[in-house]
């Protein structure tokens, strides 16, 4: 454990010299290991608890041995960007990946990327400088490698794992090619949209010779629970996803990559990013025994259909006086449940987003839906079913899709992200 | 967006309201006499007293494949970047700095200062990659390694031996460059002249064909100095304006209301003759305002960037040309522009940045080779007519091209202007 160590004490040091003496070790060494997930969790349980600070003031380690982003708990905003290398040269590319691991850094712990008011009055701000003194907002940046990164251009095919491939044709897709696939994807949570925001700009800022912005997902609500969060709401007024990973065990048999054909990847995770518009207005018109049988929960507690309490075990065997299942057999839980999934789970942590009207004139808005696992095959057996027969099906199209392979975080400054390539 | 944004930027001390479509108000002729002061005030918070750090003080680094080899080490120490010097001093000549930056996160960039000049520099000093070297030429003297974001920022550097003989190259180059980019200005206005003139006559004989195709002409070398043109704020509104940055109550002159004549309504009236006669008036009086002008490196430097604003600004969102729908003529010309301010500057920018000039230099060919695609010979102005089909499909990919120029272009100013 002494490389966590040492973490969490370069991080006490440098909060103290950006944020003054109100920041302690010991909050800075909790939260980070509440990021981490896997061992330190447990670790966690022996550290003192957080004294209460500002939630602006809120910091993620960003070195570590996951990246942080996956099993840290969700914060309030999302921006999601998917990028293109314009560049076909290996050592531009290899620029791009060191320049945003050092500047991913920065930001995450509340700092610009360089100088936002430069003394020559000739040149241009390094940092564009609108999350100044908002604090980090508990920022992550979770950095993503598609399957087209390993294609020719780079000379890297030999460095793409074999699960890495583009996510296959499924059922109840109405994929539109301007919210598809990607060479790389940030992935940033704050608790300020602001902030977030000015991460991924800056990050595409500094790449704009190199690399350019494919598309982009603004989440504004969180529409997935972590460990001692409450499950939220997605746009159509249910909690959906109570029984999300929440324990390390979890994490570890399900989301963390261990023995992966490439090494680069052992501690990373594959992440699954789907654009899902909800028809808003059809929903808004639906009756609520239907909605209650569409998802197979109640809406204001949430309880499964044979429970009380949102927490309750659906019971999926249980019937009615007329002896159907009490949750209806297509319903949205009983098709996602482990127990009817041979065990399978993802880890959830969509977003709520809107993009104003669709171009036929409805509310364009749904779930940016988000899920990491160890391997996508994960993903690709639950949408499989869920494609096939959900009820929610009449209500939802998928309109993007990308999967991208999540490198396990870095150990220490001077390392960055895909350094495993160009060695 | 207001066209004033892509005029020749300079600090406007006098802080007056702009015209909607003009320019920054004596950025070329009255700008000039303030620049220096406001340069110099504001580097004044590097101008500190250099004292860093170094690794063997007063020893002098030894000299190898005919360069005094100087290894520049940044680190993150106890949470602060610090930037160490292993040899303090070298003696005259040739000295090549060896930068690496082994976790610094917050540092990614070198300078070698002499007072507040730039000498050589180093961008991309990213920790994790390898180690990158830049070799400059020093006469004996007190220099400056300069590493923004590190505790202290400036490292004191000694050269002993001859003194620095008084001419600068860069200094001299760049002033060879301003000179150069003067008389191109000189030349793109001569050639405005007469193909406005060219235009009244096709104006005045009544031939619309003939008009549409002498406007078309007539467009590029407007558009190639438009920074220039643009720091006059009475003439370039009265050029150049646009039927929506009209002030309410004010007169609509210059190429844009001919324009509309002889492409949307084509028709030629007196009042098209009366706005061609205008604008050759007008164009006279921009050749007795451009001859004889001065530039600063930076203000090419800036008018570089400046176009290539416009360029993203008006003629990609096809309402600079909203009548004649030439605008990828007017975007050609724009680049073109861009490239030679760039190219005055070239051998200055070599000197101080290799990577970042090689890197602006094959940018521009990536953009001049894209834009050779929309060539149409059978299209007025020699360039596809930018509809809004073509926009549609092609917009997109055209604002990426130009703004990873724009990214390395938007940096030279700085250098240039301290070189």
């Known amino acids: 454990m002494s490389s966590h160590e040492s973490t969490e004490t370069s991080d006490g040091v440098s909060r103290r010299r950006f944020f003054g003496a109100g920041a302690t070790v010991s909050a800075a060494g909790a939260l980070a290991v509440g990021a981490a997930g896997g061992a330190l969790v447990a670790n966690s349980l022996h550290a003192e608890p957080a ?8 910091r993620y ?127 940033a949570c704050a608790y300020d949209p602001q902030v977030a925001y000015h991460a991924v700009r800056n990050l595409a800022r500094m790449a704009r010779t190199q690399v350019k912005t494919r598309w982009t997902v603004l989440g504004f ?35 963390w990559v261990e023995d992966s054909d490439q090494s680069w990847m052992d501690g990373g995770s594959y992440l699954v990013a789907r654009k899902i518009h909800m028809l808003i207005e059809t929903w808004d018109a639906d009756y609520i025994a239907d909605q209650h049988a569409v998802f197979g929960r109640n809406k204001t507690e949430g309880a499964p259909l044979t429970g009380k309490q949102e927490h309750d075990t659906p019971d999926f065997k249980a019937t009615g006086t007329d002896g159907k299942p009490v949750i209806p057999a297509d319903s949205h839980i009983a098709l996602a449940a482990h127990e009817n999934n041979g065990g399978t789970k993802i880890l959830r942590r969509g977003y709520n987003f809107t993009d104003g009207i669709d171009s036929v004139g409805r509310l364009d808005a749904g779930l940016f839906f988000l899920s990491f696992q160890k391997d996508p095959q994960q993903f690709i057996s639950l949408q499989s079913k869920l494609g096939a027969s959900d009820r929610l099906n009449e209500y939802i199209r998928h309109v993007g899709s990308a999967l991208f392979a999540v490198p396990r975080g870095l150990p220490e400054a001077g390392k960055y992200f895909g350094q495993e390539f160009f060695s | 967006m207001s066209k004033s944004r892509s005029a020749l930027r300079l600090p406007d001390p006098s802080a007056t309201p702009r015209p909607k479509s003009g320019a920054l108000r004596s950025a070329v002729i009255t700008g000039l006499g303030t620049l220096t002061v406001l340069a110099l005030a504001a580097c004044g918070g590097n101008s500190g007293a250099a004292t860093g750090t170094t690794g063997s003080s007063g020893d002098a680094a030894p000299v190898s494949n005919g360069a005094a080899q100087v290894k520049v080490t940044i680190q993150n120490v106890d949470g602060k970047a610090v930037c160490v010097l292993d040899h303090s001093s070298a003696p005259a000549g040739p000295v090549s700095f060896e930068v690496s930056n082994k ?23 990213i ?69 406005v003139d060219e235009l009244k006559a096709a104006i005045d004989s009544g ?48 190429f844009h209301p001919i324009e509309k004549d002889i492409f949307e309504a084509k028709t030629i009236t007196a009042n098209t003759k009366a706005l061609a006669a205008g604008l ?64 005055y500057l070239k051998p200055a920018l070599s000197k101080i940045d290799a990577d970042l000039t090689n890197t602006i230099s094959a940018k521009f060919d990536e953009v001049t080779k894209a834009l050779d695609g929309y060539k149409d010979a059978s299209a007025i102005g020699g360039y596809k007519i930018y509809d809004a089909a073509l926009k549609a499909s092609d917009a997109k990919k055209l604002t990426q091209l130009i703004q990873s120029l724009q990214a390395p272009l938007s940096k030279i100013a700085e250098k240039v202007a301290t070189a």
């Not at chain 1, 004294?51 to 809120?58: A, C, F, G, T, Y």
């Not at chain 1, 969180?222 to 929440?246: C, E, H, V």
């Open chain 1, 221 to 255: 609500g969180r529409a997935s629970a972590g460990a001692n969060q409450s499950t939220p709401r997605n746009l159509m007024g249910f909690k959906d996803g109570t029984r999300n990973i929440t324990t390390p065990e979890d994490l570890q048999e399900h989301v």
């Open chain 1, 51 to 58: 004294p209460s600070e500002p939630i602006s003031e809120r």
């Open chain 2, 207 to 254: 031939d619309v064909n003939a008009a549409q195709l002498a406007y078309a002409k007539a467009r590029p070398f407007y558009e190639r100095i438009e920074p220039v043109a643009e720091s006059f704020p009475d003439l370039d509104p009265a050029l150049d304006l646009r039927i929506a940055d009209v002030q309410p109550g004010t007169k609509w002159t210059g």
């Open chain 2, 280 to 343: 050759v008036g007008n164009i006279a009086k921009l050749k007795s305002l451009t001859a004889g002008l001065k530039y600063k490196a930076e203000e090419l430097a800036n008018g570089a960037s400046g176009l290539l604003e416009e360029v993203q600004s008006s003629k990609i969102t096809g309402e600079e040309e909203a009548y004649s729908h030439i605008d990828l003529v007017d975007f050609v010309a724009n680049i073109e522009g861009s490239q030679q301010s760039f190219e």
């Open chain 2, 103 to 125: 976790d610094a996160s917050g540092v990614s960039e070198v300078e070698l200062l002499s007072d507040k000049r730039i000498l050589g520099e180093r961008e991309n000093v």
């Open chain 1, 61 to 187: 380690a960003f070195y570590d041995a996951h990246q942080a982003g996956i099993a840290t708990p969700p914060q309030d905003h999302l921006v999601f960007m998917s990028f293109d290398l314009t560049t076909q040269s290996a050592t531009e590319l290899q620029l791009v990946l060191a320049k945003w691991s050092a500047a991913m850094a920065q930001m995450c712990a509340g700092e610009p990327v360089g100088n936002v008011e430069p003394a020559r009055e000739q040149a241009v701000p390094v940092d564009t400088g609108e999350a100044m003194g908002m604090g980090p907002q508990g920022l992550t940046l979770t950095l993503g490698f598609g399957p087209s990164l390993f294609d020719q251009r780079f000379g890297l095919a030999k460095f793409k794992p074999k699960l890495l491939k583009d996510l296959p044709a499924m059922a109840g897709e109405s994929l539109d090619p301007a919210y598809v696939g990607g060479d790389l994807c940030i992935q």
């Open chain 2, 127 to 195: 920790p994790g990659l390898k180690p990158s070297s830049f070799t400059v030429t020093l006469g004996g003297g007190s220099y400056q390694l300069y590493c923004p974001g590190s505790e202290p920022e400036n490292t004191a550097f000694t050269v002993t031996g001859s003194a620095a003989s008084a001419g600068n190259s860069v200094a001299e180059q760049l002033k060879a460059g301003t000179d150069g980019y003067a008389k191109y200005v000189d030349g793109q206005v001569d050639s405005l002249v007469g193909a």
